[in-house]
């Protein structure tokens, strides 16, 4: 598929969830920021095309296995937003009743099998999801998103290799920020394109614009086509930028200004915006719709959530010890 090929309905969504995606993150920032909120929260803002492709372009049935920066990937997949807000605010709407907090977002119902706080820790297990998919002859496909720094861990690379030995039918979404926490990708690894390590493994490496969903949307339909076919894994390197730092809160010193404020002037929000205007896609009034749309799904989700209770005592060991439940793997 070509960014072409993405029919009109798809272009309408993606923006649908890109502009769900930020007004998410704004507000809970804006609620950090006035003290209204408070939870430890690792910002998705400008990162929003990426996810927006990944969740027009996976099927229900698909897998994600994500990390700490993942509002925008949880909310791709289809994950309610009060489940998402419950989690990082400690309320029993949460996903995992409250008691995961930002790191740990897991909804199996939707496809999204764990969120990780330890950097490089999700390729392993969703290569293990993967083989799991190919040996019960499932039509199905695990996607897992990381930042550049997570390719710079052995994690990473034994779980490459592995799924490339084996055609398993993974894709690693690298979203490349630039940034490794504090750490520009420059000063930790000598290839100047984090696509270019698939070569290492025998598998294909593709690097994209990730400020363009419809790129994004294209390569990742390449990725998945060739998963489903038998052809094994994909390395998907979308660069982009974050806007709020490593964390909220974050000062950013470390970043130059020239480079935050060119990352900012090409926000893919309003420049996909501009594309749907342009090409005639959706007019004003269909735009304007769309955003306040957005805003009111997330402050009725943020009402529900601070309208709901804490964890209690006797969930303190609830959840500890394996139950009869089982979830697809």
């Known amino acids: 598929m070509t960014p072409a090929d993405v029919s009109v309905d798809l272009q309408k969504r993606i923006y649908s969830l890109m502009v769900l995606m930020k007004a998410a993150d704004d507000r809970l920032s804006k609620g950090i920021s006035t003290g209204e909120l408070m939870c430890v929260y690792w910002p998705s803002r ?20 994500t990390t700490y920066r993942g509002l925008h990937d949880l909310i791709g997949k289809g994950v309610p937003l009060e489940e998402i807000y419950g989690e990082m605010l400690g309320r029993t709407l949460g996903a995992s009743r409250g008691k995961g907090g930002t790191m740990h977002i897991a909804n199996p119902d939707k496809g999204v099998m764990l969120c990780t706080g330890i950097v490089g820790a999700g390729p392993p297990v969703a ?57 520009p990708t420059r000063d930790t690894m000598k290839l100047e394109q984090v696509a270019d390590r698939a070569a290492g493994y025998g598998m294909p490496g593709v690097r994209v614009d990730g400020n363009d969903p419809l790129a994004v949307a294209s390569a990742l339909d390449d990725a998945l086509q060739r998963a489903r076919g038998g052809q094994g894994p994909t390395l998907l390197e ?38 749907l ?10 735009i304007d719709r769309i955003e306040t749309e957005a805003s009111a799904t997330v402050e009725t989700a943020l009402s529900a959530v601070l309208s709901a209770d804490s964890p ?8 500890v010890y394996a139950s009869p439940l089982t979830f697809p793997v």
């Open 277 to 286: 205007v342009a090409a005639g896609i959706c007019g004003e009034d269909e």
């Open 46 to 65: 400008g990162q929003e095309a990426i996810a927006a492709a990944m969740g027009v372009c996976l099927r229900a049935d698909d897998q994600l296995v």
């Open 312 to 319: 209690s005592a006797e969930e303190l060991d609830r959840d």
């Open 238 to 275: 979308c660069v982009t930028f974050r806007f709020r730092g490593h964390y909220f809160g974050d000062r950013m010193p470390y970043i130059p200004n020239d480079q935050l404020s060119a990352a900012m002037a090409a926000d893919p929000v309003p420049r996909f915006r501009n594309h």
């Open 127 to 183: 290569v293990g999801l993967a083989m799991a998919a190919k040996r019960k002859g499932l039509d199905r496909v695990t996607v897992v998103s990381f930042g550049d720094g997570a390719t710079n861990t052995g994690s990473f690379h034994e779980a490459a290799n592995m799924a490339a030995l084996w055609n398993l039918p993974v894709i690693f979404l690298c979203q490349n920020n630039l940034y490794a926490e504090m750490t």
